[in-house]
């Protein structure tokens, strides 16, 4: 079964797809007239979001079975165009749920520290250290990890060493 990834996704996951047997073409960037000359002798096609998979793709895809979407949603496939056709479009939509959560966190530091005020601050030529001075995250109430080494660390503080710690200012 030949299986055609169009848009960038993991050498791993191209691996995967080489080890479960099949013959994998890697070919990004392509223009919708370039998919649409070659999507013919394709059984698979995987995809992120920068391949849109319309009604005119589908039609031009005589042996395609199934389309796999490396992500969640799938508003750049024509799902309608491909059920009338008998081709299986699937996501991953919790694929990225990890990265979600990571870059969840990072953007709650960022505002919890001023990031982007002060980077602005720092585009305008002005050096404000004091203004953008912001919550310190430290002392116990910054992780309430269970793991036995912060459970070990906070058990060695007392309350009076830490009182007021939490949420101190710079």
Known sequence: MKVLVSDNISAKGV?????????????????????????????????????????EIIEAATNLKVIGRAGSGLDNVDKVAASKKGIVVMNTPGGNTVTTAEHTIAMLFSVARMIPQATASMKAGKW??????STCWRGPTSSRSTSPAAAARRACWTPTRWRGAARARC
């Open 15 to 55: 691996e995967i797809l080489k080890k479960a047997g099949l013959e994998v073409d890697v070919k990004t960037g392509m223009k919708p007239e370039e998919l649409k000359a070659c999507i013919g002798q394709y059984s698979g096609l995987v995809i992120r979001s920068a391949t849109k998979v319309t009604a």
């Open 128 to 133: 404000e250290k004091k203004k953008f001075c």
